[in-house]
């Protein structure tokens, strides 16, 4: 397994993570045992970085982490580092009414997630969206006495603009920003990514195959679950979706000439932006999982990367990332 590290201060991590999020929530009902497989398989292949958050099926997924890593080799649970996310407010029925970022709830947060971890630390701790109502120095704070307090490793971030990312820094070191990067959601590269590159913080890439809409396997005629969160997605409504599914479909002439898959093109491109970039694979079967790690063979060249710049130029996407009501929590969109 190639290994990258997190920015100046971060981790050595492997050169993909695992997303889990889609092993308890927002894609339909998952399979519990094929997830904890996926997982075990993910950590036989030399995957050491495990992304959840503490919402995720309201401690669901944190809960199955738990039983995969207590039910992993000891050796590989050994290497697992966990990222999670934190301040999202739910209710009974799944919806989000907030985040919460004021420094008693951070620390409450976290005492909850290292019992549902069944671990004495959190490897990188973050915010999942920025609390308007809390300065971001606050937030970043409680978790740097977290991290003094020996509960938590390094301090990441989510979803922060160039900005906010300054403040933050100023405060304590940041191993890393979370955020959407893929070929069809590149706004980072304006100003986040600079920013990030000049304060040494690295960047861990999620949505690389944006939720399935570029990963080759996501079809027009495709009926999704009422309890799946890619129907109310304004990429895959209508219009949008044909539009953004015709990229995918001039993505996979360049990928055919190369022998290789969609989702490795997709995921292999991620990976060629910088060493500083962890892309994170939300598969949650064992097969979609063998398809992501296969694009850490796949070397895109000069010729490559301009073929798959003209297929999907910045930009091509139609529609936005999030429903309206989510892009509004989006400090990175500000």
């Not at 606050?138 to 307090?149: C, F, H, R, S, Y």
């Not at 955020?179 to 590149?186: A, D, F, H, P, W």
């Not at 209508?238 to 995921?267: F, P, Y």
Request: glycine share 10%.
């Amino acid at each position: 397994m190639q290994t990258r590290t997190l920015g100046t201060t971060g981790p050595q991590t492997s050169a993909l993570g695992l997303g889990c999020m889609g092993m308890s929530a927002l894609y339909g009902d998952s399979d519990r045992a094929e997830s904890i497989a996926t997982i075990h398989a993910a950590l036989e292949a030399g995957i050491t970085l495990l992304d959840t958050g503490d919402f995720y099926g309201m401690g669901h997924n944190e809960l199955l982490i738990n039983e995969a890593l207590r039910t992993a080799p000891a050796a590989a649970r050994e290497k697992a580092l966990t990222s999670v996310k934190f301040g999202a407010l739910r209710t009974v029925e799944g919806g989000f009414t907030g985040y919460d970022g004021r420094p008693n709830a951070v620390k409450n947060f976290a005492a909850y997630s290292l019992q549902r971890l069944g671990t004495d630390h959190i490897d990188i701790y973050r915010i999942a969206r920025v609390d308007p109502g809390v300065p971001i120095e606050e937030t970043i704070g409680a978790i740097a006495e977290l991290v003094d307090a020996g509960h938590v490793r390094h301090i990441g971030l989510s979803e922060v603009g160039a900005e906010t990312l300054r403040r933050a820094a100023a405060v304590a070191p940041i191993s890393d920003l979370q955020i959407e990067y893929s070929l069809i959601s590149r706004g980072i590269e304006d100003a986040i990514l600079p920013t990030a590159r000049e304060l040494g913080i690295g960047i861990t890439a999620y949505g690389v195959l944006s939720r399935g809409l570029i990963s080759g396997h996501f079809s027009r005629d495709r009926k999704l679950a009422a309890n799946d969160f890619r129907g109310m997605s304004p990429r895959f409504q209508g219009e949008n979706l044909d539009r953004n599914l015709d990229l995918v479909d001039a993505l996979r002439k360049i990928a055919e000439q190369k022998g290789v898959s969609v989702a490795q093109t997709a995921i292999a491109w991620v990976l060629s932006r910088g060493e500083d970039i962890v892309p994170l694979v939300g598969a949650r079967r064992r097969d979609r999982l063998a398809e992501a790690l296969g694009a850490l063979d796949v070397t895109l060249d000069g010729d490559d990367l301009a073929a798959i710049e003209r297929a999907v130029p910045a930009g091509a996407a139609a529609g936005d990332r999030y429903p309206a009501e989510q892009m509004a929590h989006l400090d990175s969109e500000h």
